[in-house]
Structure formats: structure tokens, C-alpha cells
């Protein structure tokens, strides 16, 4: 190749030592150990990378970083296909696989580059305009349309390769340091001298910024990172960038593993890291902005900076006839080192008349085109000339040139600043907005903060460390100030933005937003820079445009004829570069995307032959056999109405409740009365939320005068305690109660069934089981198979039942001498599903019923409410609305026609109006009790309508069943087997 | 309830001067003159003394009011204020789903009205938001919620609403990145709403507005409203940044932030501040075509036309006016995300923000006179005032109008709370933070 | 993210707590009537700017906590017992 970029020398992070073999579109190619994919692309003079969101125009490499706009490409792995990797931070490994993006059939030659001609026909915002008729094409034509040529990568994932990637770290420091310049290295130095906790974080893989790129610091830089290496205090986190600053000294930040630590550990491929200090220091630097100009996008135009980094970090010329158009002296860094490594350079093109960097240039030899700009880029696949146009005449001069290097100046960083609250104002030195950081979140240092040059960041970083160890109480004395190399002396910089002429010429070049687009937007009215945004899609793509964000406002400030700094700039949002779900997510996934409670007897419960059922966080039996079905089901809640079954109720919240006004306390908590409950006595309970609903149900036991135990459903176990606790402490403050939270102390199982008082006799010691000594709602202290525990004669089933209540870690001795007891009377465990057809057959309630909008009186518990003293939830049951007549009422449903099924969520009606739903099953089972299906139901005025026929109607089934109203209390109504 | 405020007739003004009917051979026409022929597409009206009606706030209500109260009831003598930009609130903040699948009656029929008015809205207004009624697919995860989820679905289709019942072989071929055996919450089915979907949210805001301004309604920037004049217990009009304006009805819609200007007026809402998340990954080529809300942890998620896939969380759970996310509910929505969908692991994030929402004390909006006469509520919306703007706009502008409710936004008063009329689709109660 | 200073445990991430909802609010006498109630269970002040709240450190002490937090800020401004009264900034800005 004759012109084009190549690898001319040794760069500071490449090995030529090393070669690695990579793949780009198909292309085998090699490069080097330490390479990206985009210095390895330009090594081997591959400009054109990729083809752009809308116009599908040919695009190259712009930056050397994570600024990158347009060189993105998909990444073939073991699993999957990743879309829209950046090359330009894509460290190199051997056998990788690439592939560009949003082309077709092949990179250079692509059908879609026809939007390119039809481009004046699709400005910004054309699909606001059209499309509309008729009606049912969006979604079949034109939708599908539009989003197929939208997006650039293409996402592909290989099923049952998802190992978690990513871990989560916590960090806990004095002082996060953001960015590891000079004015980053400075600050952490003197932070880490003074003996506080530092971390510093850098996104690149080394540390140093800009340093980097100049020799003559070097040496600080080697010095100043090693003597940090050897502070105990301070620790530095390379390839990690701060995703956000989320207040109260909290910053999330993404580490990615280099190659060779993913391997080390089995693959991680990130770290997020969540970052607790007292303070921050953002030395983040500034970013190097685009000019606007027609062909600003051809391959071959990128950032002065990035040609400068290719060449000192991976020994690799942009160009062999670069042209560099700048408007400041530190832009000409490029310029000087390309220069002095032999390249032949085309000119310099500086709207600026003179300067000190110009001067040098012509010293060396350099054509200096002074009051000059850029206007035209000739080329399409690649630059071939520019046209330089004066600023004072109307002479254009054509020059050529494989390559241009343009910098309109640099923009501070100020991303995290403005997540901090900062506000900015605009500082005419460098033509862009600064941070004014509140002193109590951290400082700002370095570029970031407006400062020109290493050795004034340097200088800014250490004046920050002085301030900040005094700030935190550990000032820092006798401190020499550091040696460092002197910056050249500087000409500022000219603000230049746009350069009028005819092409199109970018403003954000992922998402090709042009000149012209920010004027359209203006002229229909969307001349707010958030509205311009919005409009023209300005900023929006995955590089948040932080080459161009600025150089957007501009444009848009000078068509409104108003300061750049009365425009502003969109509010930046997290995170400052995009990450992949599965670093944010860690190891919390899939197995593991929430903890998993087990019952102490889930072993046992597993060897049985159970399926689980996971709610909230509990697995659960559901029932003892693999096939689904009712027959499994009902042969479990046979045993328990014909003989006895055992069943796991552990999950149940239970508070320990003690104290001299523990009785009291639970007066007030709960709807009707304890402190008449006596003691070894149980008592169904209702508690209200304040506005008067039920909130949940339990039975409590009195064990003493001061003790009770309170349950809790399993699904509000944690509400209930915080409930009980909020209102000790706050409304209910000075009661002398205690609550523990005895929930995972006890094991608890109900032995339900005609037999159960001859199993339960067999392993309850020094308690008398007979009606008369233990009747229902009876509670004792007892032994238990041997173990000290307690016994309630309690029922949810509506059988004869106890609860035996045992230490967790004793759960197996007593479930197993259950079992034994009851093998004799065909003891069968059961499970959930069993114990709802039980209840349902009895009208208890659960969840389904009690579900947040139903009351005491809509449940038919109103009996319940006590008439006396205070109670939460008692003053707003008064309300109209919650005595109206045609509230949901609790009702029995049956189907008329026995062999019908009745299904959950069946809505009830009158045939007369088949719209106006009354109501709903809430939940239905097949009876064991009773012939055919059973159900209980919210209906509107439901109790009044008991003995009415009704249709129930699933319409997503296709279903209508006439089912006859009944009471809710279906089976054993007078409640006698639970008291025999 | 304050008696409905007293309305004298007055004459519609002249139609103002229209940005034009856009459509496929002018967007031809205007290319080949170089894009010059366009014009603002709503005007940037300078406040008069007194109007009709203020609208306070130029958000999705606040605009759709307007522009309902101009087109359907006739009274284009309208002031919309709003104290920024239009349409950076909620409306320009949101995840842009719409669909109707709610639980209450009353509430199926208003979303489902709003459903109605979505799908002729581009026609209407002669701005394409890209209504795309994809589907919207819920996930369950036991059987506790199917039978949620199927009780949902056959009170919408009794109300002629469609709803239906996916298998989990259906689901497989729908959407085959959603791996139905995650090792947590297994997915056991979906309910799909075929007519639910996704609109462009910015250009809801722009459309209504464009044509609000051309039916003649003066649309206010940057001008915010300092103080709501009283006389007695009559609201009279408004102070604002650009002087006082005198009005017959004040209408606040200004979601997020209801609490602070019923303040003004001395009025306390059963409303807290809290802030949702969303998030939007980078673009890539079409992955999913149906929205999916997941059963068993705080997210839903729909891919936009432009490629990127937008998620939303659930809010923070603390009253707060700040219009960021937090790092928690990140890591929660993104455990959420790669659980389900293992292949999104690799897609990348590139933002997150917040909106902040009225959270009503029963999760349901408010539209509703208030004691005050000539001043009315269209707020309270929690995550569903998106999906709600052309309903919640239609009848705001007929309570403006008529002094009455809107038949089907009748259960969204205000004096619901005291009376014990709540609307409370997941009964968790007066606690906003669970809603 | 909150970090709130909890004067049993020290300072903690908000993920450590139940928020509770405001604090200024105290429940009625039990005879105050309906609308006292309805007022008490239904109205927020909702400022933007210092809010008094409660916040249960679940994941700690379990102790409830009266904080005063800047609703837009952030900033925690003071934190105490639940009887003790809370100091809360003239100034509503952060």
C-alpha cells in the first residue's frame, strides 16, 4: 500500500516480540502483544472499519480511547456474537474474531450506503412526518422496515454458555481519585503521603494519561507510580472506569480483566466495584472535540490526540502523508512526534495567525497554513486531499493527504461532576464548560478542571492533595514541591467549531447528526438544546457524543445567535461508558438471583418425593410426587379428612411477645382482644393496616402472663415484625415489651386428622391430650419426642389438628418420631397444595382472600372487631366506603352441574348482564368432602346473595359454568370435628 | 366537592398559523428544496393576562388537555405553562409502554379508552409517535400469580378487552431469549396483550403540542408558576416567572411534582415524590418484538425502533424529587435482566435515569375538582401516566369543560381517600413506597 | 445511594433499612374522628426540600430511626431517636 497507516517504530505498550493472529471480516491479520483492535487494524493499513447508523457512509478509527464513535465492531466468542465492542479499547488477543457492523453484502461495497444519496430526503426527525397511513402498516411494514436498518451490532447468544462473568467488590477508602494523569498521580501521591486511604482508579490499562505520551515524563511517571505501589494506604485499579456518582460518597466503577487475569480466573471478565469515601478527586481530564466540516467522517479524519497515541503507545503511523488541522498548541504534540519519527507531514492547517506551537512547526520544516481552515475532505473510503481554505480570502488549496488529524480543542470531563450537583460555567481559556464542585463531595483537578498542560495538571493535583489531607485531618507539612517537566510555552487556543460549506458535515458520527440537522431542528421550534437532542437524536448513541457533544451545542448556538454558554450542554446521565449487563449484575443470576430459604427439613422433604415450590425466597413441598394432577393432591388431603397427615408449617412468622404490657400492646396491634386471652390458651387473630383493611391473620398463644407467641402467614412475616416493631418504637413507645423474632428458632408441624390425638399422644409426654384437659385452642409447654417444645391445638384444616412446635436443629428427631407414631394409622405427609383444598373446603382464608383490599367484615370476621379501646385500623372502618352494601363479600361457590371444574380467577355474573362482573373465584379445588368442585369467591353484596345461581365465565378458557352461591363454611360448618 | 366552575361561552380565537400538514410528498418536496420549508411546529407564544383555562405544565396531561379541551369541547382560550422546555418531565422520561391490563373494572375501562384513542392518535394529530402495538407479555411464575393473571384476563374480556393465556410452548416460539427454566423462578406461562405496546414518548409531547398551538391554545415556555391566586375559596389565576395570569379554571398537571403546586393553593395530596428507574442499553438489530414485564423481580423491558432495549425497575422506595437512579435497584434490574434473558448478558448499558412520580396513597391517579372552586387535579399517575395521556387529557379537558367528571374517570376523585373508595390495584394500601 | 449514619451501628447503606414513610405525623387520639384519621393516613406534606422520616435499620439494630433528609439533596442533615424532636435547616434548599 503506497499510502495508509503502518507500524513504523515500538510503541510503549506493544511487544513485536509477540505476534497475535486475529480475524477482521474473514481476513486473517496479525498484530502484537499489547495492541488493541484498532492499532492492529491500522498496523495493517485497514482505515475503513465500519458503516455508519443511518447513512451507512464509510467510517475509520477517530480516537485511541473509549471516546470512540464509529469504530465498533461485533466480537465472535464462544458465546455469542457481541455486539458493538469498541476496537480502540479492545485489547487484542490471539485467535480473536471480528466482524464490522451494518453492512451488507460486505464492507466496502454496501446497499444501504443509498441512504447516503436519498439523505436530503431523510433529515433529522423525517419519521415524525410520515408513515402514518394507513393505520395497520406501521407494525407490518414500516416499523419492521426502519428497525431492521437500525442498530448497528447484531446480538447472538450461544444457549447454556452464560457462566456468571462478573463479580461485585466493595471498597471502603478515604479519597476515590478518578483518572490517573499528571493531576490524578499527583493528587493520589500527596493523598497517599499524608497517610490516607486512596484508591485510584484509571480506565486505561496503564497508568499515566497523557503522560503517556510524552517522554520527557516518563521518568516522574515511573518514579511517582512505583513510590505508590509501595504506600500501604493507596491501591491502583487500572481498566477501571467510574460508571457513576450516586451521592453520599457512594461511585460505582466497572473493572475489565485484561486477558490474562480472566484466564487466571476461570473467565471473570468484570469486576463492579462499589465505592464508598469520605471524598473524590476528579482528575478525569478533558476530551479532544471534532470540528465540523463537509467529509469530517471520511476514514482517515481522526483526533490529533489519537494519532499521537498510535504512534507512542503502539509504534503506529495514521498516516504516511498526514495533514493535521488544530486550533491550539497542544494539538501540534501530534504533529512534532509524527514529524520526528520520520513521517512526512502534509502541513498544518490553524485558524489562529500565529502561535508559539506554529513557529516550532516551521522551524522543523512543517508547512504552516496559519489563518486557514479545513472547508472540504476529498475521498470516500479514505482521505486522498483536503481543501484549505483562508480565513481572510477566498483562495482554497488543495492538499494532499492519506490522513487528517483534526482537534478543535478539549473538553473538560465533567460527567461525574455534574452527577455530583456541580454547576458549570464556561471558561473562555479553553472555549468549554468546568465543574464548580460543592468542597464537601471533592475537588476537581487537573484538565478536568480547565488546566493547560502536564505540568499545570501536575502542579493542580498536588495543590488539591494539600487541601484535601488538611480537609481530612491530616495536613500535609514539609512537603518539597515535585520536579517536573516544564510545559512549553502555550499561544491559547481560538475557538473553532463549524466551517460552512457544502457536504454533510457530522456532529455525532455514530448517529450521523449533521450541521444541517441541529439547523432543521431549530427552525420547527426545537431550539432548546434538550428538545435539539431529543429531535436530531444528537448525543444519544453509545459514545453519549463526547467528541462531538459540545460541537452540537455550538452549531446550535451560533443558529441561534446567542453564547455557546447560554445554549449549554444536555445534562449527562449515568454511566460514562457503556457496560454489559452481566458486569452490573455479578453473580446474583439465575441460580442465584435470589437466596434461597430452605425448611430445616428440606432434605427430608426432597427424599419424599416432593416438588418444590419457590415463594418469596422459601422453597416449599407442594406436594409428595413428581407427576402433576390432582389424583396426588386429594390422596393427601384424604389422609388428613379419613385418618392423619403431617404437614411442614415452618415457613409461619413467629414473634416471641413478653412483658409486663405485652397484652396490652397486642390490644392495639391486633382488631380484637388478648389481654383476655388466658394463659395456655390459643386465639385466632386479624390485624388492620390503619386504613382499615386486613393486613394479616395468625393464631397467638399466651404461655404466660407476659408471653406470647405470635404467627404470622408466611407471606407477610417480615411485614408483620417490622410493623410490630415500628409501632413499639414510635406510637407504641414506653410499653415494656420485647419482640424477638423467633421465625427461624422453631420448627413447626401440624398433625391434622381423625387420628391425630392418638399420634400425637404417642409422642407428647406430661400433657393430658384429652378434650376435656387440652380442647381447642389449647397451647402448652411439652416434650416432644424428647425435646422440649410446645403444642397448640390448632387447625387450619378443619380436622382435629395440633401444632408441634420444636428447635429447629431437633426437627428431624421429632418429625420422624411423628411418623413413626402415625405409620400405624397411615400417617401421609402433605403438602401445600393439599392443605389449600382443606382449607378452601372450610372457608379459611388465605392470601387469595386476604389480599389488601378486603376488611373484616368483607371476610365475614367483623364479630371480631372489639368494641372497646383502640386499635389500629379501627377509626377509618367508619368511612361510607367501607360499609357500602356492594362490597366484595366472601362467599362458597359450587357449579350447579357437579362434574363441572371451576377454575381461579372465574369471574361471576348475572346472564342477565354478561359484562358487569360481580365478582371472582379466588380460589377453587376439587372437593374430597363434598361432591365435585368447590370454590370461595369475592362477590359484590355476597352474602346476601347466598342461594343465588350465577354464570361463572373464564372467557380465556371459553369456559361458563352456572354455579350456586353458598356460605363459605362448606364443610363441617358448626366447626364440630375441630372440637371432638 | 366544590361546585363545577361557572363557564361563560366565549368565542373560539382565530386559528393561528400551521406548520403544515406533514406527509410523505412534502417531506419529497421539501428535499429538493434543501429541508428550508418547515416551520415551528408549535409557536412560542407569549403569556396573555387571563384566560379561560391555565393548564399548569407542559407534559404529556398537561398538552393532551389542551388540546382536547380546543378540538373536542371547544375552548381554545388556553394558556399551557409549563417552567422549562415542553415535554422533558415524565412524558419525555418514561419506558413507553402502553397497554390496559389492570385488575379494576373501572380502571380496564379507562386505560383501555386511552388504548382506543392511542390507536388513532398519529392520524389524528399528523404525527407519527410510532404507536407499535407489539404485544405486552407478562410473565408468571406460580401459581398464585396465573391465577392473578387469569382472573385479570377474564375481567378484561368481559369488558371486550383482549387479553390471552400463552403456554410455555407458545412462549418458547414467542420469545425464545427469555430462558423459561432460569434455575430461580422457573416461568410457568404468559398473558399476552396483543394491542399493548410501545409509542415514541417525545413525540407524543411535540404532537399534541403542535396541535394544540394550531387549534389556537397558547403554549408557554419557560414560564414557571410561582404562586396560584385565591379569592377565598376560589382560585382566580396563577403567578408566574412572567408576570400574573388571571384564569376561570386552573388545571395542575403537573405529575412529580403535584404536591408542591397544590401547596400553593393550600391544598395537602395524598401523594408522595418517588423515582422510578429506566435504563436503555446500546442499539442493536431487531432481538425482541414484544414488550415482557417479568413475575418474579422488578423489571420490564421492550426493544425501541432505534434499536436499544429500555428496562425499568421499580422506584427506590423513599420520597424523593431527584430525577437520578440509584446503584441498588441498578444491580437489581440488571440481576433481573440476565436471570431471565441470560442472552442480554453481554449487551451493554449505556444510561440510566430517573422520573419522578406522584405516588397516590391507592397506586390509582387523580383526576378531580378539589374544594377549591376553579382549580382541578390531573396527577397522581404513579409508573401508568404514560400510557394514560390520551385518556387522562380527553377527560381533564371534559371536567374543564363540563364541570363534571368524565364518566370513565368518575372513580378518580379525590374524595375517594376519606370516603373509603380506593382504588387499589395491588392492595398493598396507603404506602406509597410499595406501590 | 443513602448512607445513613445510624447512631447504634454507624453509617450504612440504605439497603440496610425499611424507609417508614414521614415522620411529622403523629397518629391521632383514638377519639380524634374520621377526618383526623382520614388526614393522618392519607395527606403528605411531600415537600421538596428537608423531610422528617423514619427509616427501620432492619439489616442492623432494628431500631427505628427519625431521620431529616433533603428530598432532592439528599443530604442527611440529622438523625435520632424516634421521641426526640428533630432539627430540621430554616432553608429548604440542600
Known sequence: MSAGPSRIAQGLLTDATRPVGFHFDGRALRGQAGDTLASALLANGQRLVGRSFKYHRPRGIVTAGPEEPCALVDVMGTAGREPNRLATTLALREGLVAVSQNRWPSLRWDLLAANDLLGRFLPAGFYYKTFMAPGWAWERIYEPLIRRAAGLGRLESVVGQHAASAETLHEHADVLVVGAGTAGLAAAHGLGRSGLRVLLTEQDVVLGGGSLLDPRWSAWRERVVASLAGMPTVRCLPRTTVLGAYGHGVFGAVETLSPAESALFGGLTERLRVIRVKRVVLATGAIERLIAFAGNDIPGVMLAGAALAYLRRYGVAVGRRPAFFVNSDAAYEALFALAAAGVEVAGVIDPRPASHAAERARALGIEVHAAAVVSAVAGRHAVRAVSVSALDSRKVRELSADCLAVSGGFTPATTLASQLGARLHWQNTIAGFVADLAPAAGRVAGAACGSVGLEAAARDGERTAQALAGELGRPLRDTPAMDLPADPEATALSALWEIPGNGKAFVDLQNDVTTADVRLSLREGYEHVEHMKRFTTHGMASDQGRIGGLLGSAVLASARGVPLAEVGQTKPRPFTQPVPFAALAGAEVREHYKPKRRLALHDWHERAGATFVALGLWLRPLVYSRPSGWEPVLAEARAVRRAVGITDVSTLGKIDVQGADAARFLDFIYANTFSTLPVGRARYGIMLREDGMLFDDGTTSRLSAGHFVVTTTTANAAAVLEHLEFHLQSSCAGLDVLLTDVGDEWAQFAVAGPRSREVVSAVVAGVDLSNEAFPFMAAAAARIAGVPGRLFRISFSGELAYELAVPARQAQTVWSAVLAAGAPFGITPYGLDALNTLRIEKGHITGAELNGNTSAADLGLERMLKKQGDFIGRALLERPGMRAGDRLQLVGVRPCDRSQPLANGTQLIERAAPAASLGYVTSATPSVELEGWVGLALLAGGRARIGARLLGVAPVRGATTEVEVVSPHMLDPESTRVRT | MSAPPDFKQQPARARRASSGRYSFWRLVREGLKGQRGWSRAWAKAVPRPAYRVVIVGGGGHGLATAYYLATEYGITDVAVLERGPIGLGNVGRNTTIIRSNYFLPDNIRFYEYSLKLWEGLERRLNFNAMVSQRGTLNLFHSEAQRDLFTRRANQMRLLGVDNEPLSRQQLKERVPLVDLDNGRYPVLGGFLQPRGGTVRHDAVAWGYARGASEAGVDIVELCEVTGIRRDGARVTGVETSRGPIAAETVCLAVAGHSSQLAAMAGLTLPIESHVLQAFVTEAIKPLLDVVITYGAGHFYVSQSDKGGLVFGGAIDGYNTYGQRGTLPMTEEVASAAVTLLPGLARLKVLRQWGGVMDMTMDGSPIISATPLSGLVINGGWCYGGFKAIPAGGMTTAHLVARGTPHPLARHLDLARFADGRTRDERGVGPFPYLH | ?94
Open chain 3, 1 to 94: 445511594m443513602l448512607r445513613i449514619p445510624c447512631p447504634y451501628c454507624g453509617e450504612r447503606d440504605e439497603t440496610e433499612f425499611r424507609y417508614r414513610g414521614d415522620a411529622s405525623r403523629a397518629r391521632p387520639p383514638a377519639d380524634a374522628g374520621l377526618a383526623a384519621f382520614a388526614a393522618y393516613v392519607y395527606e403528605r406534606a411531600n415537600p421538596r426540600g428537608w423531610h422528617v422520616e423514619w427509616w427501620l435499620h432492619v439489616a442492623g439494630c432494628r431500631r427505628l430511626l427519625k431521620v431529616v433528609r433533603h428530598t432532592e439533596s439528599h443530604q442527611i442533615h440529622w438523625v435520632g431517636a424516634p421521641q426526640e424532636p428533630p432539627s430540621v435547616p430554616a432553608d429548604a434548599s440542600p
